[in-house]
Antibody, heavy 122, light 107 residues
Framework: QVQLVQFGAEMKKPGASVKVSCKAS????????MYWVRQAPGQGLEWMGR????????NYAQKFQGRVTMTGDTSISTAYMELSRLRSDDTAVYYC???????????????WGQGTTVTVSS | DIQMTQSPSSLSASVGDRVTITCRAS??????LAWYQQKPGKAPKLLLY???RLESGVPSRFSGSGSGTDYTLSISSLQPEDFATYYC?????????FGPGTKVDIK
């Protein structure tokens, strides 16, 4: 079945970096954009950006430009999101999600990982 | 960036009630709108896309409508499993921003 698998949790200190992974299975990894969305405790959803695993092309939300890097390893069908210069307000659950699209036009995120909790604390 | 707002931010309803949630974009988004349901501790689930198209497997009691800047999600007869938080998201232009969410709880 189509699924995205993420590891459970990371604990980091302020100023450090975190690299979150998302392993895809059950579909052609290079055929779909992968999105990253985060959710701070008790807060709403925040779109961070997306990557085309086939070309490596990315779109990042302005808020994260310069701190986020999204990559993909097509040999193992895994997407990565690295966030640097972590602050306490980066504490959140980080989700990967597959783009749903029609004729190249995105319309939603139809498959989600279970989320990786990243805690930033000294 | 396109700003998304939702109203109400929360509501209390009973099983069997009809519920309507509104989502407004800061500019026209040409029906490029998705709705998600999220339950505590779980990832969001896609319910509707293109403003009114039901995702496969989603019960028909969920429906969506709207145009331009204003959209609605309706649940015709609220079921116990529908108590959750609902988010809209625009796909008109990046960044694909979300609304702040509407929490539906039990009256």
């Amino acid at each position: 079945q189509v699924q995205l698998v993420q590891f459970g949790a990371e604990m980091k200190k302020p100023g450090a970096s975190v690299k979150v992974s998302c392993k895809a299975s059950g579909y052609t990894f290079t055929g779909y954009y992968m999105y990253w969305v985060r959710q701070a405790p008790g807060q709403g959803l925040e779109w961070m950006g997306r990557i085309n695993p086939d070309s490596g092309g990315t779109n990042y939300a302005q808020k994260f430009q310069g701190r986020v890097t999204m990559t993909g390893d097509t040999s193992i069908s895994t997407a990565y999101m690295e966030l640097s210069r972590l602050r306490s307000d980066d504490t959140a659950v980080y989700y990967c999600a597959r783009e749903a699209a029609i004729v190249g036009a995105p319309y939603g995120m139809d498959v989600w990982g279970q989320g990786t909790t990243v805690t930033v604390s000294s | 960036d396109i700003q998304m707002t939702q109203s109400p931010s929360s509501l209390s309803a009973s099983v069997g009630d009809r519920v309507t949630i509104t989502c407004r974009a800061s500019q026209g988004i040409s029906n490029s709108l998705a709705w998600y349901q999220q339950k505590p501790g779980k990832a969001p689930k896609l319910l509707l896309y293109a403003a009114s198209r039901l995702e496969s497997g989603v019960p028909s009691r969920f429906s969506g409508s709207g145009s331009g800047t204003d959209y609605t999600l309706s649940i015709s007869s609220l079921q116990p499993e529908d108590f959750a938080t609902y988010y809209c998201q625009q796909f008109y232009s990046t960044p694909f921003t979300f609304g702040p969410g509407t929490k539906v709880d039990i009256k």
